[in-house]
């Protein structure tokens, strides 16, 4: 019968729900669930989001475009996270789930379609903050649907869950607000700092109702899902920046193949193997860990949000701000006209590529001191030195940028493995033992049942 369910493993309450039913109800997790096909099925629009994000900026190539892209990201990271919470209390490959997924996927595809018209509506179709304003509710809508029908048959969790729930009917009736009163009560510079200011308060209420809203009556049922999961959207980005590298609206298959498209590839590559390096060598490891040792409830949950759900935020901004810099690049060396290492970087590319880095790294000093306590000294030098190498990298072509962003990011990665290297072993060696205990359980029950 759902109900609240006290598990032995944690020593916490978590919300019970269709234990004993068939296919047609809703499946708990466990503590050792994983993520699922039907999650990295959800992901797969994030990949398309992600890219929208950064061409939509590389047609606003200033300031406020830049903050707009901050904000828009922002939005898009809530509608993940809630569906990442989501995944870690129910099976979302299991009953009735699977078929509210699916409306959730396509609202979330149509609300990343219309991401470019979201602050400024184009002539000749749908309004188009009203059509990105409607997505993102139905986006939040169909998650909180989900986790109110968990709790139905418990009050108090039911009511926990509507409070949830309200934050994002609000943060929409804000987004609404920002693309139709504007432009009845203001014009010009007016209009635009007026709709950017009810989409910081949209923020504000969804973001912070999540700090305010203590005791919500969830938990993390599986720490290894919820590293998982922020692991594999990290990916994500990082495969974004490699899709940014090569992209531009025009042909680049018929341009031909020359040593700075080479280049500028392997440079491209660097960089985000060292942005890979920095965080799933050791970092990513230790925090699950980190997570699996917090048995309390309530600290799991803070942990869990504080470190995933607000912490890993930079961490995405910061890899899709380097996209935004890389955008094109590998077109403009094959590009015959352009000189052999291109041109200098405008100014907005440049604070893009090396502030993206730069805020990347230090997501990862916060969550090396906040889940592993210890001080990323080797990074925060890393930091500095991307700071120093701004002035003289707006100077020099492209390449040389780049070529200096990839040297730095290499340094302090690899500065940082050694003096690491006594806790990088034992982490590691922890999650090779966790890995080989697990292939052999696997193996054991396979060679019993299958």
Known sequence: MPGIHHSPQLGCQTPLVGQNSGTRGVRRSAPGS??????????????????????????NPTAQGLVQCLVLLALLWWCWSAFALLGNLIRTDQGIVPAVVFVTIAAAFVLALSLPKAFVDRPGGLFGPLVFATCYFLVR??????????GRRNRDVRRRWQLLALPAVVATALIVVAGLLPQRLFDGTAESVARLLCWLAALG??????????????????????????????????????????????????????????????LGIAVAAAMWWAYFDTLALGMEQTLHRTRDPDARAILARNAYSYLHLPVIAGIILFALGLKGLIHEGADPTTPSWGVPLPNIDLLALYGG??????????????????????TIGGIL??????????????????????????????????????????????????????????????????
């Open 205 to 266: 209420v969804e973001y912070g109702a999540g700090l305010a809203l203590r005791g919500t009556g969830w938990t993390v049922l599986s720490a290894g899902h919820w590293a998982e999961r922020h692991g594999q959207i990290v990916l994500i980005a990082l495969g974004e920046a490699i899709i940014a590298l090569g992209f531009s609206p025009s042909e680049t298959a018929g341009l031909p193949l020359t040593w700075p498209v080479l280049i500028a590839a392997v």
């Open 34 to 59: 994983r993520a699922t096909p039907l999650e990295l099925f959800y992901d797969l629009v994030f990949v398309f989001a992600f890219l929208h994000v950064t061409t939509a900026t590389a047609g």
């Open 141 to 150: 809508v169909s998650e909180s649907v989900i986790f109110l029908w968990i």
């Open 357 to 378: 880095v730069a805020l990347y790294l230090l997501a990862l000093i916060v969550l090396g001191r906040r889940m592993l306590g210890a001080p990323r000294w080797p």
């Open 385 to 450: 030195l991307l700071i120093a190498l701004v002035p003289a990298a707006g100077s020099l072509p492209e390449l040389i940028a780049l070529a200096m962003l990839a040297l730095a990011a290499a340094v302090a990665v690899a500065a940082q493995t050694v003096v690491d290297s006594r806790r990088r072993a034992g982490v590691r060696q922890m999650a090779l033992e966790e890995q080989l205990a697990g292939e052999e359980e696997q193996t054991r029950w396979r060679g019993h049942h299958l």
